[in-house]
């Protein structure tokens, strides 16, 4: 079943690239008389971006079906669409208001870096890391790659941060309803033969 994933992303990744390139080509030639194309790493850069975010998107969507888990199927769906878009939706806006009440005052460099990483990672939960992939692709780029290894490293923690939660939702809703043994914590000390 992985290799059936894995090959899900890297076809992701190569038509997103595939498009990135061939719209950003076509708008440079249009507009620019001298453009310059992207490089090997900037493909290699966008293929690993795009197919990370594949496989962790696919392990978010996994732990909001186990999260919406219900005896009807037709109703465990629905749940776990709803799960998913309310996860992402209400964390985003907590960030974005969090955001708003940290740099209300005004701009430098540090809060542009950070609601620059911030918004992109953001948009990434909506996307997917369709933006991510052909921004890297683009003609006329000023191959800043290393500009995006923090978005998809941000993208990353909040989709095993939300994982890890929805996980953990749902391995407390099993054990209200009886389908596991209630959570204990080992606080005794280990002893060891001597």
């Not at 038509?15 to 490089?39: K, Q």
């Not at 795009?50 to 009807?72: E, M």
């Not at 000023?142 to 939702?169: C, D, E, K, M």
Request: glycine share 6%; proline share 3%; net charge positive.
């Amino acid at each position: 079943m992985w290799r059936a994933y894995a090959f899900l992303g890297v076809l992701r990744a190569a038509v997103i690239i595939w498009l990135g390139a061939s719209n950003s080509r076509i708008f440079a030639y249009r507009f620019y008389s001298i453009y310059i194309p992207p490089t090997p790493l900037n493909f290699l850069t966008a293929t690993v971006s795009v197919f990370l975010l594949t496989i962790a998107n696919l392990i978010f969507t996994a732990a909001c079906g186990v999260c919406a888990f219900n005896k009807r199927s037709t109703i465990a769906f629905v749940r776990s669409i709803a799960t998913r878009l309310s996860t992402i939706i209400g964390f985003s806006i907590i960030v974005v208001f969090t955001g708003w009440l940290l740099f209300r005052k005004g701009s430098d460099g540090t809060s542009d870096v950070i609601q620059y990483v911030g918004s992109h990672a953001l948009l990434t939960l909506f996307e997917n890391g369709v933006s991510i992939g052909s921004d890297i692709v683009m003609y006329n780029h000023n191959a800043y790659t290393v500009v995006y290894l923090p978005i998809l490293l941000t993208s990353l923690i909040i989709y095993l941060l939300l994982t890890f939660l929805l996980l953990r939702l749902a391995q407390w809703q099993a054990v209200r309803q009886g389908a596991l043994p209630p959570l204990t914590r080992k606080l005794s000390k280990t002893t060891y033969n001597t």
